[in-house]
Protein backbone atom coordinates (compact mmCIF):
# COMPACT_ATOMS: atom_id res chain seq x y z
CA UNK A 1 0.00 0.00 0.00
CA UNK A 2 1.59 3.10 -1.32
CA UNK A 3 1.79 5.47 1.69
CA UNK A 4 2.58 9.22 2.49
CA UNK A 5 3.49 10.76 5.76
CA UNK A 6 2.50 14.52 6.71
CA UNK A 7 4.48 16.10 9.49
CA UNK A 8 3.68 19.48 11.25
CA UNK A 9 7.52 20.73 10.79
CA UNK A 10 6.67 24.39 12.55
CA UNK A 11 5.82 22.94 15.91
CA UNK A 12 8.80 22.03 18.45
CA UNK A 13 7.12 18.18 18.67
CA UNK A 14 8.46 17.51 15.63
CA UNK A 15 10.83 14.76 16.43
CA UNK A 16 8.25 13.07 18.92
CA UNK A 17 5.82 12.91 15.58
CA UNK A 18 8.62 11.96 13.50
CA UNK A 19 9.73 9.02 16.07
CA UNK A 20 5.83 8.06 16.95
CA UNK A 21 4.90 7.50 12.99
CA UNK A 22 8.27 5.79 12.84
CA UNK A 23 7.35 3.18 15.32
CA UNK A 24 3.30 2.89 13.71
CA UNK A 25 4.94 2.13 10.37
CA UNK A 26 7.50 -0.07 11.56
CA UNK A 27 4.96 -1.81 13.53
CA UNK A 28 1.83 -2.33 10.74
CA UNK A 29 3.29 -0.92 7.44
CA UNK A 30 6.29 -2.83 7.23
CA UNK A 31 5.32 -4.59 3.64
CA UNK A 32 3.88 -1.43 2.27
CA UNK A 33 5.56 1.23 -0.09
CA UNK A 34 6.42 4.54 1.81
CA UNK A 35 6.18 7.00 -1.06
CA UNK A 36 7.09 10.37 0.75
CA UNK A 37 6.88 12.23 3.79
CA UNK A 38 5.63 15.71 3.92
CA UNK A 39 6.73 18.35 5.95
CA UNK A 40 5.38 21.89 6.67
CA UNK A 41 7.84 24.24 8.09
CA UNK A 42 7.93 27.63 8.78
CA UNK A 43 11.72 28.54 9.06
CA UNK A 44 14.50 27.55 6.72
CA UNK A 45 16.77 27.45 10.15
CA UNK A 46 15.17 23.71 11.08
CA UNK A 47 15.72 22.55 7.51
CA UNK A 48 18.66 20.16 8.02
CA UNK A 49 16.85 18.64 11.46
CA UNK A 50 13.61 17.93 9.85
CA UNK A 51 15.00 16.12 6.66
CA UNK A 52 17.42 14.24 8.50
CA UNK A 53 14.48 12.68 11.02
CA UNK A 54 12.45 12.43 7.72
CA UNK A 55 11.44 8.89 8.13
CA UNK A 56 11.56 8.10 4.48
CA UNK A 57 13.54 8.67 2.06
CA UNK A 58 12.21 10.54 -0.05
CA UNK A 59 10.75 14.04 1.47
CA UNK A 60 9.05 16.83 0.48
CA UNK A 61 9.08 20.54 2.32
CA UNK A 62 7.13 23.50 1.68
CA UNK A 63 7.34 26.38 3.97
CA UNK A 64 4.66 28.09 5.00
CA UNK A 65 4.32 31.94 6.71
CA UNK A 66 3.34 29.92 9.42
CA UNK A 67 1.19 26.91 10.84
CA UNK A 68 -2.37 27.44 9.60
CA UNK A 69 -4.50 24.29 8.68
CA UNK A 70 -6.40 26.18 5.98
CA UNK A 71 -3.14 26.88 3.88
CA UNK A 72 -1.86 22.84 4.76
CA UNK A 73 -5.25 21.74 3.47
CA UNK A 74 -5.26 23.56 0.66
CA UNK A 75 -1.70 22.81 -0.29
CA UNK A 76 -2.15 19.06 -0.04
CA UNK A 77 -5.36 19.01 -1.69
CA UNK A 78 -3.52 20.62 -4.78
CA UNK A 79 -0.61 18.77 -5.01
CA UNK A 80 -2.21 15.52 -3.80
CA UNK A 81 -5.15 15.63 -5.79
CA UNK A 82 -3.87 13.78 -8.82
CA UNK A 83 -1.48 11.18 -6.60
CA UNK A 84 -2.32 7.31 -6.25
CA UNK A 85 -1.54 7.69 -2.41
CA UNK A 86 -3.75 5.12 -0.74
CA UNK A 87 -2.84 6.19 2.94
CA UNK A 88 -2.09 9.51 4.91
CA UNK A 89 -0.46 9.14 8.51
CA UNK A 90 -0.82 12.00 10.98
CA UNK A 91 0.81 11.53 14.00
CA UNK A 92 -1.73 11.78 17.25
CA UNK A 93 -1.22 15.45 17.82
CA UNK A 94 -3.85 17.76 17.86
CA UNK A 95 -3.49 19.13 14.59
CA UNK A 96 -2.66 15.67 12.65
CA UNK A 97 -6.42 14.54 14.36
CA UNK A 98 -7.52 17.91 12.92
CA UNK A 99 -5.62 17.94 9.52
CA UNK A 100 -6.61 13.85 8.78
CA UNK A 101 -10.45 13.99 8.46
CA UNK A 102 -10.38 17.24 6.69
CA UNK A 103 -7.92 16.29 3.93
CA UNK A 104 -10.56 12.81 3.54
CA UNK A 105 -13.54 15.13 3.00
CA UNK A 106 -11.45 17.32 0.44
CA UNK A 107 -9.99 14.12 -1.14
CA UNK A 108 -13.49 12.39 -1.49
CA UNK A 109 -11.47 9.62 0.86
CA UNK A 110 -12.29 8.06 4.40
CA UNK A 111 -10.55 9.34 7.71
CA UNK A 112 -9.99 7.88 11.84
CA UNK A 113 -8.65 9.42 14.44
CA UNK A 114 -6.69 7.80 17.15
CA UNK A 115 -5.70 4.54 15.60
CA UNK A 116 -4.34 2.20 17.38
CA UNK A 117 -3.13 -0.76 14.75
CA UNK A 118 -4.13 -1.16 10.88
CA UNK A 119 -4.09 -3.94 9.00
CA UNK A 120 -5.52 -4.33 4.86
CA UNK A 121 -8.28 -6.32 3.45
CA UNK A 122 -8.89 -6.65 -0.14
CA UNK A 123 -11.10 -3.43 -0.46
CA UNK A 124 -10.55 -1.60 2.82
CA UNK A 125 -8.19 -0.61 5.31
CA UNK A 126 -9.26 -2.03 8.90
CA UNK A 127 -8.55 0.12 11.73
CA UNK A 128 -8.42 -0.31 15.49
CA UNK A 129 -9.01 1.93 18.02
CA UNK A 130 -9.97 2.34 22.27
CA UNK A 131 -13.51 3.48 22.93
CA UNK A 132 -15.86 3.98 25.48
CA UNK A 133 -12.51 5.41 27.89
CA UNK A 134 -10.83 2.31 26.69
CA UNK A 135 -12.75 0.00 28.30
CA UNK A 136 -13.05 -1.43 24.78
CA UNK A 137 -10.84 -1.84 21.10
CA UNK A 138 -13.49 -1.30 18.45
CA UNK A 139 -12.62 -2.02 14.50
CA UNK A 140 -13.44 0.40 11.91
CA UNK A 141 -13.36 -0.26 8.03
CA UNK A 142 -12.22 2.18 6.07
CA UNK A 143 -13.53 2.02 2.38
CA UNK A 144 -13.02 5.30 0.40
CA UNK A 145 -9.15 6.14 -0.65
CA UNK A 146 -7.45 7.23 0.13
CA UNK A 147 -7.36 6.58 3.92
CA UNK A 148 -6.37 9.64 5.87
CA UNK A 149 -6.23 8.22 9.61
CA UNK A 150 -4.45 9.90 12.78
CA UNK A 151 -2.55 7.86 15.45
CA UNK A 152 -3.73 7.29 19.02
CA UNK A 153 -1.14 9.01 21.54
CA UNK A 154 1.20 6.29 23.20
CA UNK A 155 -0.33 3.34 21.16
CA UNK A 156 2.82 2.12 19.61
CA UNK A 157 6.76 2.52 21.09
CA UNK A 158 7.89 5.77 19.22
CA UNK A 159 11.11 4.35 16.60
CA UNK A 160 14.03 7.60 16.62
CA UNK A 161 14.67 7.75 13.03
CA UNK A 162 18.21 5.83 11.64
CA UNK A 163 21.08 7.95 10.41
CA UNK A 164 22.02 6.07 7.34
CA UNK A 165 25.22 8.53 6.03
CA UNK A 166 26.08 6.56 2.76
CA UNK A 167 22.13 7.23 1.58
CA UNK A 168 21.19 10.39 0.36
CA UNK A 169 17.89 11.05 0.85
CA UNK A 170 15.00 12.17 -2.07
CA UNK A 171 14.21 15.90 -0.97
CA UNK A 172 11.96 18.27 -2.86
CA UNK A 173 10.52 21.75 -1.28
CA UNK A 174 7.83 24.08 -2.50
CA UNK A 175 7.77 27.75 -0.76
CA UNK A 176 4.11 29.10 -0.63
CA UNK A 177 5.40 31.61 2.37
CA UNK A 178 5.21 34.61 -0.12
CA UNK A 179 2.32 33.35 -2.18
CA UNK A 180 -0.74 35.43 -2.18
CA UNK A 181 -3.21 33.18 -1.87
CA UNK A 182 -1.72 31.78 1.08
CA UNK A 183 -2.08 35.75 3.11
CA UNK A 184 -5.11 35.95 1.84
CA UNK A 185 -6.86 33.03 3.79
CA UNK A 186 -4.26 34.07 6.88
CA UNK A 187 -6.33 37.52 6.87
CA UNK A 188 -9.67 36.16 6.97
CA UNK A 189 -11.60 36.64 10.09
CA UNK A 190 -14.88 34.97 10.77
CA UNK A 191 -16.93 37.60 9.74
CA UNK A 192 -16.10 37.56 6.34
CA UNK A 193 -17.92 34.04 5.40
CA UNK A 194 -19.48 34.99 1.96
CA UNK A 195 -16.67 33.01 -0.64
CA UNK A 196 -17.04 29.70 -0.93
CA UNK A 197 -13.48 28.84 -0.22
CA UNK A 198 -13.77 31.02 3.21
CA UNK A 199 -17.15 29.63 4.05
CA UNK A 200 -15.87 26.36 4.44
CA UNK A 201 -13.31 27.15 7.03
CA UNK A 202 -12.98 25.73 10.66
CA UNK A 203 -10.90 26.85 12.27
CA UNK A 204 -9.17 29.81 10.82
CA UNK A 205 -6.40 31.45 13.49
CA UNK A 206 -5.19 29.81 16.48
CA UNK A 207 -1.52 30.24 18.25
CA UNK A 208 -0.13 27.84 20.96
CA UNK A 209 0.34 29.60 23.76
CA UNK A 210 3.01 27.84 26.06
CA UNK A 211 1.43 27.98 29.69
CA UNK A 212 3.61 25.52 32.07
CA UNK A 213 7.04 23.99 31.77
CA UNK A 214 7.37 20.11 31.33
CA UNK A 215 7.16 18.52 34.34
CA UNK A 216 9.71 16.18 33.81
CA UNK A 217 7.14 13.44 34.13
CA UNK A 218 7.43 11.79 31.26
CA UNK A 219 11.28 10.94 32.00
CA UNK A 220 11.04 10.48 35.63
CA UNK A 221 12.23 7.04 37.17
CA UNK A 222 9.61 7.29 40.12
CA UNK A 223 6.37 8.73 40.50
CA UNK A 224 4.19 9.22 43.37
CA UNK A 225 0.69 9.79 42.10
CA UNK A 226 -2.26 11.70 44.40
CA UNK A 227 -5.62 10.79 43.58
CA UNK A 228 -9.28 11.81 44.57
CA UNK A 229 -9.70 10.02 47.90
CA UNK A 230 -6.83 12.53 49.10
CA UNK A 231 -10.08 14.89 49.17
CA UNK A 232 -8.06 18.54 49.10
CA UNK A 233 -5.66 20.19 47.96
CA UNK A 234 -3.40 21.00 51.17
CA UNK A 235 -3.00 16.88 51.15
CA UNK A 236 -2.03 17.36 47.90
CA UNK A 237 1.09 19.73 48.67
CA UNK A 238 1.65 17.26 51.84
CA UNK A 239 2.06 14.69 49.20
CA UNK A 240 4.44 16.85 47.44
CA UNK A 241 6.26 16.92 49.95
CA UNK A 242 6.73 13.78 50.32
CA UNK A 243 7.21 13.02 46.44
CA UNK A 244 10.26 15.23 47.16
CA UNK A 245 11.69 13.24 50.29
CA UNK A 246 11.30 9.79 48.37
CA UNK A 247 12.67 11.25 45.43
CA UNK A 248 9.86 11.22 43.40
CA UNK A 249 8.03 13.16 40.68
CA UNK A 250 3.95 13.67 41.79
CA UNK A 251 1.83 13.13 39.42
CA UNK A 252 -1.96 13.41 39.86
CA UNK A 253 -5.19 11.57 38.38
CA UNK A 254 -7.87 13.83 36.46
CA UNK A 255 -10.34 14.67 39.11
CA UNK A 256 -7.36 16.40 41.34
CA UNK A 257 -6.26 18.14 38.27
CA UNK A 258 -9.70 19.34 37.41
CA UNK A 259 -10.24 20.45 40.86
CA UNK A 260 -7.05 23.04 40.96
CA UNK A 261 -5.40 20.93 43.32
CA UNK A 262 -2.48 20.62 41.17
CA UNK A 263 -1.34 22.25 37.97
CA UNK A 264 -2.74 20.35 34.53
CA UNK A 265 0.83 19.36 33.46
CA UNK A 266 0.96 16.78 36.24
CA UNK A 267 -1.91 14.82 34.81
CA UNK A 268 -1.44 11.62 34.47
CA UNK A 269 -3.20 9.08 31.69
CA UNK A 270 -5.24 9.74 28.29
CA UNK A 271 -5.93 13.18 28.59
CA UNK A 272 -2.37 14.31 29.88
CA UNK A 273 1.08 12.10 30.61
CA UNK A 274 1.77 8.38 29.65
CA UNK A 275 4.78 7.68 32.40
CA UNK A 276 6.76 5.01 32.08
CA UNK A 277 8.76 5.00 35.67
CA UNK A 278 10.37 2.02 37.08
CA UNK A 279 8.36 2.37 39.93
CA UNK A 280 4.95 4.35 40.55
CA UNK A 281 2.99 4.62 43.95
CA UNK A 282 -0.65 5.31 43.66
CA UNK A 283 -2.29 6.76 46.41
CA UNK A 284 -6.07 7.31 46.90
CA UNK A 285 -6.37 6.70 43.06
CA UNK A 286 -9.13 3.82 41.95
CA UNK A 287 -7.35 3.21 38.75
CA UNK A 288 -9.81 3.82 35.77
CA UNK A 289 -8.80 2.75 32.55
CA UNK A 290 -8.63 6.28 31.49
CA UNK A 291 -6.15 6.85 34.05
CA UNK A 292 -4.08 3.40 34.00
CA UNK A 293 -3.35 3.84 30.51
CA UNK A 294 -0.83 6.60 31.87
CA UNK A 295 1.00 4.53 33.60
CA UNK A 296 0.86 0.86 32.77
CA UNK A 297 4.34 0.61 31.19
CA UNK A 298 5.34 1.34 34.32
CA UNK A 299 8.43 -1.69 35.96
CA UNK A 300 6.76 -1.59 39.36
CA UNK A 301 3.26 -0.55 40.28
CA UNK A 302 2.35 0.12 44.54
CA UNK A 303 -0.97 1.10 45.28
CA UNK A 304 -2.53 2.10 48.33
CA UNK A 305 -6.43 2.43 48.41
CA UNK A 306 -8.49 1.27 51.47
CA UNK A 307 -11.25 -0.17 49.09
CA UNK A 308 -10.27 -3.90 48.28
CA UNK A 309 -12.44 -3.75 45.60
CA UNK A 310 -10.60 -0.82 43.47
CA UNK A 311 -9.29 -1.59 40.18
CA UNK A 312 -5.96 -0.39 40.82
CA UNK A 313 -5.86 -3.19 43.34
CA UNK A 314 -5.79 -6.05 41.04
CA UNK A 315 -3.80 -3.96 38.59
CA UNK A 316 -1.01 -3.11 41.14
CA UNK A 317 2.18 -5.23 41.60
CA UNK A 318 2.05 -4.69 45.03
CA UNK A 319 -1.21 -3.55 46.45
CA UNK A 320 -1.90 -2.34 50.19
CA UNK A 321 -5.10 -1.65 51.31
CA UNK A 322 -4.92 1.24 54.15
CA UNK A 323 -5.17 4.59 54.69
CA UNK A 324 -2.42 5.87 51.89
CA UNK A 325 -1.66 8.87 54.55
CA UNK A 326 -0.36 6.16 57.36
CA UNK A 327 0.93 4.55 54.81
CA UNK A 328 3.01 6.95 53.39
CA UNK A 329 4.09 8.41 56.90
CA UNK A 330 5.49 5.37 57.32
CA UNK A 331 7.50 4.91 54.72
CA UNK A 332 8.86 8.32 54.88
CA UNK A 333 9.86 7.94 58.73
CA UNK A 334 11.74 3.99 57.50
CA UNK A 335 13.74 6.11 54.53
CA UNK A 336 14.61 9.00 56.62
CA UNK A 337 15.83 6.32 59.51
CA UNK A 338 17.57 4.27 56.91
CA UNK A 339 19.36 7.31 55.86
CA UNK A 340 20.22 9.00 59.13
CA UNK A 341 22.09 5.53 59.69
CA UNK A 342 23.87 5.90 56.69
CA UNK A 343 22.17 3.01 54.07
CA UNK A 344 21.30 3.87 50.78
CA UNK A 345 20.20 1.17 49.48
CA UNK A 346 16.02 2.51 50.15
C1 LIG B 1 -12.47 10.81 27.90
C2 LIG B 1 -11.95 10.67 29.31
C3 LIG B 1 -10.61 10.89 29.53
C4 LIG B 1 -10.10 10.75 30.83
N1 LIG B 1 -8.78 10.96 31.02
C5 LIG B 1 -8.26 10.78 32.26
C6 LIG B 1 -6.88 10.92 32.51
O1 LIG B 1 -6.07 11.20 31.61
N2 LIG B 1 -6.42 10.73 33.77
C7 LIG B 1 -7.25 10.40 34.81
O2 LIG B 1 -6.79 10.25 35.95
N3 LIG B 1 -8.56 10.27 34.60
C8 LIG B 1 -9.10 10.46 33.37
N4 LIG B 1 -10.43 10.33 33.19
C9 LIG B 1 -11.29 10.12 34.37
C10 LIG B 1 -11.29 8.66 34.84
O3 LIG B 1 -12.26 7.94 34.15
C11 LIG B 1 -11.59 8.58 36.36
O4 LIG B 1 -12.79 9.25 36.63
C12 LIG B 1 -10.47 9.16 37.22
O5 LIG B 1 -9.23 8.59 36.87
C13 LIG B 1 -10.74 8.86 38.68
O6 LIG B 1 -9.76 9.49 39.44
P1 LIG B 1 -9.38 8.99 40.91
O7 LIG B 1 -8.95 7.57 40.85
O8 LIG B 1 -8.43 9.97 41.50
O9 LIG B 1 -10.75 9.17 41.71
P2 LIG B 1 -11.81 8.12 42.22
O10 LIG B 1 -12.22 7.22 41.12
O11 LIG B 1 -12.86 8.90 42.92
O12 LIG B 1 -11.01 7.23 43.28
C14 LIG B 1 -10.60 7.67 44.54
C15 LIG B 1 -10.05 6.45 45.29
O13 LIG B 1 -9.49 6.88 46.52
C16 LIG B 1 -9.71 5.85 47.47
N5 LIG B 1 -9.56 6.46 48.80
C17 LIG B 1 -10.36 7.36 49.41
N6 LIG B 1 -9.83 7.72 50.60
C18 LIG B 1 -8.66 7.05 50.75
C19 LIG B 1 -7.66 7.02 51.74
N7 LIG B 1 -7.73 7.79 52.85
N8 LIG B 1 -6.59 6.21 51.56
C20 LIG B 1 -6.46 5.44 50.47
N9 LIG B 1 -7.41 5.42 49.48
C21 LIG B 1 -8.49 6.24 49.61
C22 LIG B 1 -11.09 5.36 47.16
O14 LIG B 1 -11.28 4.04 47.65
C23 LIG B 1 -11.11 5.41 45.63
O15 LIG B 1 -10.74 4.16 45.06
C24 LIG B 1 -10.96 10.42 31.91
C25 LIG B 1 -12.31 10.21 31.67
C26 LIG B 1 -12.81 10.33 30.39
C27 LIG B 1 -14.28 10.08 30.15
Given amino acids: MKHTIVLNGCSETFLSQAEEVNGFAAAYLKDSRADKTIIFHCTDRHKPFLIANSPTPSTQLIRLP ?3 PEIILRTLEQLEASSNTELYLFPGDFAG ?28 LTCHKAVYSNYMQAEFKLSERPYCISLAKGSTDPLPIAVENDVEKDVSEIDIANQEWSNTVLSFKGDQKSEPEKACAHIVD ?42 AELGVSRPVAMSAWAPLNKLIGVS ?38 APIIRASDLAIVDDYEKVLDELVQIITEAQCKGDTSL
Fill in 206 to 247: YEFVKKEAASGLENANYILVAGRGVKMKEKVDKLHTIAGQLG
Fill in 97 to 124: SELSPRLAYRLGGSSLIAVNKISRTENA
Fill in 272 to 309: GIMAKPQICITAAVSGAAAFYTGIEKSKLIIAINTDRG
Fill in 66 to 68: RYQ
